[in-house]
């Protein structure tokens, strides 16, 4: 890309209202794996804000590689790796890799309205398996969604991708701390989810037209799948990607997960001990919380700013272990 190019995409960006912050995706250069590498599964997150579901036979290890597309900046990749095949796909089967957006944090898309604005996604891919992939945007609010394909080249050989999504002038998004747009990356699809045509324009959802074309990337225990580069931002043009420091990639990931590493109980009277939790940022929403290696305990206190724990590790005075606060969309 020429300096005049990358100028004139700047631009666009200004136009389209942003230079920085310009990137919605959460974790698109895939730097945070709080939950580290996960194995055998069939749904969960992988890296911070990314979640993969199989709806088949297909079961995945998925952890952070280091394996990335060359000087591009990148450090770290998602790396999904079929452990179980599903080589018969069922009709009602399905398999993706899932970003979900808060309704509050896509207002600047002006959907549903007549100044709706298009929005352009990129993304590095490198894939064992060759042929047409999909794409979809699908809005929770009003069941909509639109779709755009893209094709694997050549195997295990990184491949930058950029699709442009229509405006929709139909459906705002709520304005909220629920999900309200998500971007689904098919992998696998049944025919219930392919037997249409894709459906390049928003429309009601319609499920035999989301997918269509899409190849089977689960289809061998060789198969593997990396990506990293994932940006999405408002308007027609791609814009260089927005590398973001990565305190403030974990900062905006433990919004949704944070976990506090090995932490130590106080005496607090003899009979239990104590301990309090300070997130380290505002949750989403109250979260679910976990206590791991503790020898017992009870979880008390509510909120999205702090928790108390009040552990009974009969009588001791001390006592050791992680608390896991969970406010997933």
Known sequence: ??????????????????????????????????????????????????????????????????DVPSGQGFGSS???????????????????????????????????????????LQFWIKSSVT???????????????????????????????????????????????????????????????????????????????????QVNAFSSTSNNIYITGVQLEVGDTATPFEHKNVGQEILACQRYYERTGTVYTCDYGGSHSIYSHVYNVVKRAVPTRTLVGFESGTVSGTGNIYSNYIYRPNNQAANSGEAIFDAEL
């Open 131 to 213: 042929g047409t992939y999909a794409v979809e945007l699908y809005d929770e609010d009003n069941s909509r969604q639109v779709s755009q394909s893209y094709a694997v080249n050549v195997a295990n050989t990184w491949e930058k991708k950029i699709l442009t999504f229509p405006a929709d002038t139909s459906g705002a998004f709520d304005n909220d701390n629920n999900g309200s747009l998500f971007i689904q990356w098919g992998l696998s699809m049944g025919t219930n989810f392919t037997s249409g045509t894709l459906n390049t324009t928003w429309g009601s959802l319609t499920s035999a037209n989301r997918f269509s074309g």
């Open 78 to 120: 998602l790396h999904i790796n079929v452990t179980t095949a599903d080589t018969s796909v069922g009709t009602s089967d399905f398999g993706l890799l899932r970003h979900i957006f808060e309704g509050q944090n896509v207002q600047s898309i002006c959907k549903g309205s007549s100044s709706s604005k298009p929005v352009t």
């Open 1 to 66: 890309m020429t300096k005049a190019r990358q100028l004139a995409d700047l631009g666009n960006a200004y136009d389209d209202g942003a230079l920085s912050n310009r990137n919605l995706v959460t974790n698109g250069s895939m730097a945070v794996h709080q939950r580290g590498q996960q194995t055998s599964v069939a749904n969960g997150y992988t890296a911070d804000r990314f979640y993969i579901r199989s709806g088949g036979s297909a079961r995945f290890t998925t952890d952070k590689s280091s």
